[in-house]
Each structure stands twice: as structure tokens, then as C-alpha cells.
């Protein structure tokens, strides 16, 4: 089997999991502003196939890159970093 190459992948946290075997996973970015020097954060959603619907909101998931699963879903979680404590 021949490998297809480099995969990205992204560490997010789950803001939503209100669809079916999907989530919205909000990746955040550091960086120092080119003039001024200060780092700023900005933040990105994407949308990611969940198979199994099995994370919740506050979980810090790996993302990888992934063939157009629908119209906005480009990658699929690869597996779990944290699991947010239940109340």
C-alpha cells in the first residue's frame, strides 16, 4: 500500500457537537504582530466527521486533514488530547 503523502493536522477544542457525526472544533493561532510586537490570537472553526458522535463540548481534539466528507466537512478527528471533566 503506498503512503499519499503528508496529512495536516490541527489541535482544537470542541465548541459544538449539535449535528450528527459532526463537531465544530475552534482552532486557536498565537502570533506577534509584525509592527507593534504584541501577540494577538485568532481563531478559526472548522467542521470535523465525529463517526461515532462520542466527543462533547470542551474536549481538545487532533484533526486531520481528510477527502470532502460534504459540503463544509474537510477533516475528521483523528483522536482525543483532553477530556473535559464532567459535572
Known amino acids: 500500500m503506498s503512503e499519499r503523502g503528508i496529512r495536516k493536522k490541527l489541535v482544537g477544542t470542541v465548541v459544538s457537537n449539535k449535528m450528527d ?3 465544530v472544533v475552534r482552532v ?3 502570533f506577534r504582530h509584525p509592527v507593534y510586537g504584541k501577540y494577538l490570537t ?3 472553526r472548522y467542521k470535523a466527521h465525529d463517526e461515532k458522535n ?3 463540548v470542551g474536549d481538545t481534539v487532533e484533526l486531520e486533514e481528510s477527502r470532502p466528507v ?3 466537512k474537510r477533516w475528521r478527528v483523528r483522536r482525543l488530547v483532553n477530556r473535559v471533566a464532567q459535572a
Open 54 to 56: 462520542e466527543f462533547i
Open 21 to 23: 457525526k459532526t463537531i
Open 42 to 44: 485568532r481563531s478559526e
Open 28 to 30: 486557536d493561532r498565537r
Open 70 to 72: 460534504s459540503k463544509q
